[in-house]
């Protein structure tokens, strides 16, 4: 296994799923450590997005900077196309009903 991103909770959970989407298999380790931060520097205690295969390795830093420049997007909502509601810019899947939203 390798460490690939150290995250809030939810992100590493987001981050693990994208990867899991591009047949990569991956693991959210460390989600108890965070109550031990003054002991440990907060930098170790967050959440840790570790790929299984090494050989995945650079198809894991690909999905991993993607994922970071959708943090950091901003922008109009997108609409689904499958229910028709708003979800603001940076999401993937139609927060209601679960549809792919165009890519801008």
């Known amino acids: 296994m390798e460490l690939l991103a150290r995250l809030d909770r939810v992100q590493a959970y987001l981050l693990r ?7 990569i298999d991956a693991h959210v380790l460390n989600l ?3 109550g031990a931060v003054g002991e440990l ?14 050989r ?8 991993l900077a993607t994922h970071e420049a959708e943090r950091r997007r901003n922008g109009p909502p ?3 196309g499958g229910c028709g509601e708003e979800n603001p810019a ?3 899947l139609c927060w ?5 939203l165009p890519v801008a």
């Open 90 to 92: 940076g999401f993937e």
């Open 96 to 100: 209601r009903c679960g549809t792919g």
């Open 32 to 34: 108890h450590v965070q």
């Open 41 to 54: 520097p907060p930098e170790t205690a967050l959440p840790q997005v570790w790929i299984a295969d090494a």
């Open 56 to 63: 995945d390795r650079e198809r894991a830093r690909a999905v």
């Open 78 to 80: 997108s609409f689904c």
């Open 17 to 23: 799923d994208a990867l899991a989407r591009h047949g």
